[in-house]
């Protein structure tokens, strides 16, 4: 670890400090803002961004670093350093609401890690603003790291007991998040989001399919569900760990990672529809069906919505949610085997909505 003063004129950098030297602080101003060297133990790399795996010098807690890298598609533009602050100001603010622990706050970034096997930030900002930020520079969110076993997508590779205690616990988190702590929106805004030309706009954006569908379930916008939701609650983006307020280590804690911060379209939806991507990643992970539809089953009677027209649009999130799984899994995630059982499930999901909609009693 090293720790530089920007304004000193005794700064230092990594190509004159040797291996073997020891940490440093150079004297400054204690308002100045320092940069430390932390070391990248492994990495990952999307279109839209790097993570980096690391650890703090001193105290040697794992950490993620997340860094948006100059890249536009149809669902965003962060071609533009200005747009890539405001995405990683939105991702903060927005994860913060699920899961506020985990996420710890933004550091200006002050080399190319993607090149190097180390990372250069600034201090940290743990309450960060727009306004706050250098212009012209790109920043680093900083995460601590959770344990890979404890992921969902690992979880959900133990015994039929375990693997149920593990669903009706997440199920009851994420119902009690629904309920109790994502943002209701104004009726105007609710109806906007939730009503058939935003979900229309929505899915043609996804796949462009099931029209015929779509007039059905315009009904959901007065249904008061439609919330700012957090997107992409799926196993890879979820983990459930032992409380660490609990002594006796019995009760269990979520950590939900990764909200859409992109575009409102996907985060202001309907409470169903934010469930049915978690559900529909269960289902293609799991065997027998049981899982999920206990699932479905226990949220639908925790959020009070155990009825037909609820379950009739919740059966058809599930299928938009199938393609759209489908698609980033074959498409993005070389995830070709799960991506074929999401489609499996999708024609089978689709074929049930149209039975339920086209050939119900008058």
């Known amino acids: 670890m090293y720790v530089v003063d920007l304004s000193s004129e005794s700064a230092f950098t990594h190509h004159n400090i040797s291996e073997g030297s020891t940490p440093e602080v150079v004297p400054s101003h204690p308002t100045l803002s320092h940069i430390t060297r ?3 133990t492994s990495r990952q790399a999307s279109e839209s961004s790097w993570i980096f795996f690391t650890s703090d010098p001193v105290t040697f807690k794992p950490l993620v670093m997340k860094v948006l890298r100059p890249y536009s598609d149809i669902r965003y533009n962060l071609s533009d350093v200005a747009e890539r602050q405001r995405c990683q100001i939105e991702a903060f603010q927005q994860n913060r609401i699920f899961t506020p622990e985990v996420y710890i706050g933004l550091a200006r970034l002050h080399n190319q890690p993607s090149s190097e096997d180390h990372i250069l930030i600034g201090d940290t900002i743990h309450h960060p603003t727009l306004a706050g930020l250098e212009q012209g520079t790109d920043y680093a969110l900083i995460m601590e790291r959770l344990p890979d076993d404890r992921r969902l997508d690992q979880l959900l590779k133990g015994d039929e007991h375990a693997v149920q205690d593990f669903l009706y ?11 109790y702590r994502t943002l209701s929106l104004p009726k105007e805004e609710s109806t906007y989001w939730g009503g058939y030309s935003k979900l229309q706009c929505k899915l043609e954006e996804n ?11 315009n009904s959901s916008s007065v249904t008061g569900h439609i919330k700012h939701c957090h997107g992409d609650i799926k196993s890879l983006n979820l983990w459930i760990m032992p409380d660490s307020t609990d002594d006796r280590q019995q009760n269990l804690s979520v950590k939900l990672l990764d909200a859409i911060d992109f575009n409102p379209l996907f985060r202001n939806i309907d409470i169903l529809s934010d469930f049915a991507m978690l559900v529909i990643d269960v289902w293609a992970r799991t065997w027998p069906a049981m899982f999920a539809c206990r699932m479905i089953n226990n949220y639908l009677q925790l959020t009070q919505q155990d009825d037909t027209p609820a379950r009739n649009i919740f059966e058809f999130y599930l299928v938009e949610k199938a393609i759209v799984a ?7 995630d070389n995830q070709l085997g799960l991506g074929l059982r999401l489609l499996q499930l999708a024609q089978e999901h689709l074929e049930h909505l149209l039975h339920c909609w086209l050939y119900q009693p008058a």
Do not use: C, E, R
């Open 38 to 40: 932390y070391t990248i």
């Open 169 to 179: 616990t997440l199920t009851s988190h994420i119902a009690s998040l629904h309920t």
């Open 326 to 332: 489908a698609a980033i899994n074959i498409l993005f």
């Open 207 to 217: 796949l462009a399919f099931l029209a015929l569908v779509l007039v059905k379930v």
